[in-house]
């Protein structure tokens, strides 16, 4: 399925590429040249930029696509996209011409890339839940109980400090990803996912503390 707007992924790596480009319709009945194929993926292992260029130009729409099938954000297709010719490049040495073609091998790169995305909102998502789970009660706290849990955790977020409060904040009210939360604030991606881990630490610590006081 062509995509009505096809989108650009951020450069993040000494590797320019070109736009992603409207995908071309091919008559079913045309099939692809495999000794072009297989020139294309020698050149390709070989460490011909000119080929890696050729490749993104025939399937990042594809790639982008598959992405965005699978992790429904414009933006983290466009990362996935972004981190598959990258790690294509990088892990050109993989690719085997006479075992498989180029599409082939990067649809394979596409799945680990989303299933490492999915992976990462998972852990983002027990980190929240981690933190905010205080109250044990399985019919959930009292309205002014509930308050005094948020007051708690507006509270216990102060005494973090910045920039990991507002960090912290970014992942757990607003929802946003680490890369999100790292293009928003131009931190490093590995600062700003420790500063969550450890602020997320924190802030368990600090409110279990406070529950285990509790005289009921």
């Known amino acids: 399925m062509a995509l009505a707007t096809p989108r650009r992924p951020r450069a993040r790596d000494p590797l320019v590429l070109a736009p992603i480009v409207e995908p071309v319709i091919v008559d079913a009945e045309v099939e692809p040249d495999l000794a072009d194929l297989q020139h294309l993926a020698e ?19 594809l790639v ?4 965005l099938r699978s992790v429904g954000d414009h933006h983290d297709a466009e990362d996935v996209t972004q981190q598959v010719f990258v790690a294509a490049w990088r892990g050109r040495h993989t690719l085997r011409p006479d075992r498989g073609t180029v599409p082939g091998w990067l649809v394979g790169i596409t799945r680990h ?3 490492d995305l999915h992976a990462q909102r998972s852990r983002r998502a027990r980190d929240a839940a981690a933190a905010l789970q205080v109250l044990p009660d399985e019919h ?3 309205p002014d109980e509930a308050l005094a849990v948020r007051l708690l955790l507006a509270d216990a977020l102060d005494r973090l400090g910045e920039p990991r409060a507002g960090l912290v904040r970014m992942v757990v009210v607003e929802q946003l990803t680490h890369e999100e939360v790292a293009r928003r604030t131009g931190l490093p ?18 409110l279990e503390e406070v529950s285990d006081d509790d005289p009921r």
Do not use: N
């Open 189 to 206: 991606l590995g600062t700003v996912k420790s500063h969550v881990r450890r602020g997320l630490a924190t802030l368990r610590s600090h």
């Open 43 to 61: 050149r390709l292992r070989a460490g011909s930029r000119e080929a890696l260029e050729e490749a993104w130009t025939r399937w990042s729409s």
């Open 113 to 115: 890339k989303v299933a």
């Open 64 to 67: 982008y696509t598959l992405a």
């Open 140 to 142: 959930g706290p009292p």
